[in-house]
């Protein structure tokens, strides 16, 4: 059964930049798609983007462009997600997701705990 | 980019009721439109896929229909434990893409 253990807490002042570590554990990450979906205080799921660990391949909406950045060890079945210029209403809890299935895109049934993500001076 | 609008955006139900949700995809999506619960403090749980198919586990009370613009998902009987927020969302490969409804909160009276 696949898991997915996320990075601890981050708290970052504007303008710096956080990444997010997300370790796949009984599953090759190379057959997978990785999602990165994340949720502002009280609001509700926006999806970053997703990556294939296989080509390099990152889509994500144009909101996020030139300032995310997903990438993977395969050596250490682990995926990473850093997001730059960070600015307030960047706080929120960020989620690796994927699913098994198939390697597209599709649905996503297995998550990560979550990551928090405070930007604040 | 495709955009999905989610009504209501909160309701109010009582236990053993039928709770609809529906959601609109501003251009044709076939049936490519999944539903997520997400409690409180916990990552989202898919519960259908493919607008209509329920996922292995899921209790048989929750469903869903629908397909090119328009879909809804049902809860027939509603228990407390379905007390959460749900989404719609959409996918696509051509060009790769996903994009989530603003979310369903429901609430029990």
């Known amino acids: 059964q696949v898991h997915l253990v996320q990075s601890g807490a981050e708290v970052k002042k504007p303008g710096a930049s956080v990444k997010v570590s997300c370790k796949v554990a009984?599953?090759?990450?190379?057959?997978?798609?990785m999602h990165w979906v994340r949720q502002a205080p009280g609001k509700g799921l926006e999806w970053m983007g997703g990556f294939d660990p296989e080509d390099g391949e990152t889509n994500s909406p144009q909101k996020f462009q030139g300032r995310v950045i997903m990438a993977a060890d395969t050596s250490t079945g682990t995926a990473y997600m850093e997001l730059s210029s960070l600015r307030s209403e960047d706080t929120a809890v960020y989620y690796c997701?994927?699913?098994?299935?198939?390697?597209?895109?599709?649905?996503?049934?297995?998550w990560g705990e979550g990551t928090p993500v405070t930007v604040s001076s | 980019d495709i955009q999905m609008t989610q009504s209501p955006s909160s309701l109010s139900a009582s236990v053993g009721d039928r709770v609809t949700i529906t959601c609109q995809a501003s251009q044709d999506i076939n049936n490519y439109l999944n539903w997520y619960q997400q409690r409180p403090g916990k990552a989202p749980k898919l519960l259908i896929y493919d607008a209509s198919n329920l996922k292995i586990g899921v209790p048989s009370r929750f469903s869903g229909s629908g397909s090119g613009t328009d879909f809804t998902f049902t809860i027939s009987g509603l228990q407390p434990e379905d007390v959460a927020t749900y989404y719609c969302?959409?996918?696509?490969?051509?060009?790769?893409?996903?994009?989530f409804g603003q979310g369903t909160r429901l609430e029990i009276k």
């Open positions: 009984g599953h090759t990450l190379t057959e997978l798609i």
């Open positions: 969302q959409q996918y696509d490969n051509l060009p790769p893409s996903i994009t």
């Open positions: 997701a994927t699913t098994t299935v198939v390697a597209s895109y599709y649905y996503m049934d297995v």
